[in-house]
């Protein structure tokens, strides 16, 4: 089983939602597909359809003076199955420390929200990628490796991401087997890939072995591109 993530970040809008639901009906049952809509859009989705919700952001406190924030229980009340957290762009421009993610991650996992974390090396990182990895990993999760709660770990190289640079498969299966040997052999998590996937690469990359999917960021927001992403 493959899953095909589709990250829209600040863009889409009602009618894409309806495209979504009307136009994604019959997917493979090797294929697990997840739509991160922005949160405004989330409920929009709650008329029947054959795939699930994540969010791309969560608050890690149960309710509180948080302007502008969500907690992982009301976005699992509105429909979220998952959550992104870590992405790069919220790091860069959010300034997400790894701290911040830690705590997100662990209030994700308390509220039943499958956390969907990346992890990834800038271009200046790339010949140092194995120490930001594991350095990402032991601070976003503890030394909680056993009790990974069926976390899928995006592995998305910032340089990849809208640039149309991809790794080649066979970097990116170098990187999935680093990451199990850190991760260890439990079935509690998933690996996937994501940074530049489109429908000219996603048959490639999903043969890679060991990888459990995609993350799919500008492909993602159109129907027919991202249905042959699927497929
Ligand atoms: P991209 O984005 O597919 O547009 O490179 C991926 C992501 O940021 O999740």
Known sequence: MKFIIANWKMNGDLALVDEFIEGINDIPS????????????????????????????C?????????????????????????????SERRAI???SDEVIYKKWNAAI????????CIGETADQ?????????????????????????TIFAYEPVWSIGTGKIPSTEEIEEVVCFVKSLLGSSENYC?????????????????????????????????????????
């Open 30 to 57: 090797d294929r697990k597909v997840i739509v991160c809509p922005p949160t405004a859009l989330i409920t929009s989705f709650n008329k029947g359809k054959a795939f699930s919700i994540g969010a791309q952001n």
């Open 126 to 150: 790339r010949a140092n990628w194995k120490k930001i990895l594991s350095k990402q990993l032991s601070n976003y999760c503890g030394n909680k490796f056993s009790d990974l709660h069926g």
């Open 59 to 87: 608050f890690y406190e149960k309710m509180g003076a948080f302007t502008g924030e969500n907690s992982p229980a009301l976005l699992k009340a509105i429909g979220c199955e998952y959550v992104i957290l870590g992405h």
């Open 191 to 231: 690996v996937v890939y994501g940074g530049s996937v489109n429908s000219g690469n996603a048959a490639d990359i999903l043969g890679i072995n060991g990888l459990d999917g995609v993350l799919v960021g500008s492909a993602s927001l159109k129907l027919d591109e991202f249905k042959k992403i699927i497929i």
């Open 94 to 96: 959010f300034h997400e």
């Open 110 to 117: 308390s509220q039943v929200l499958t956390p969907i974390l």
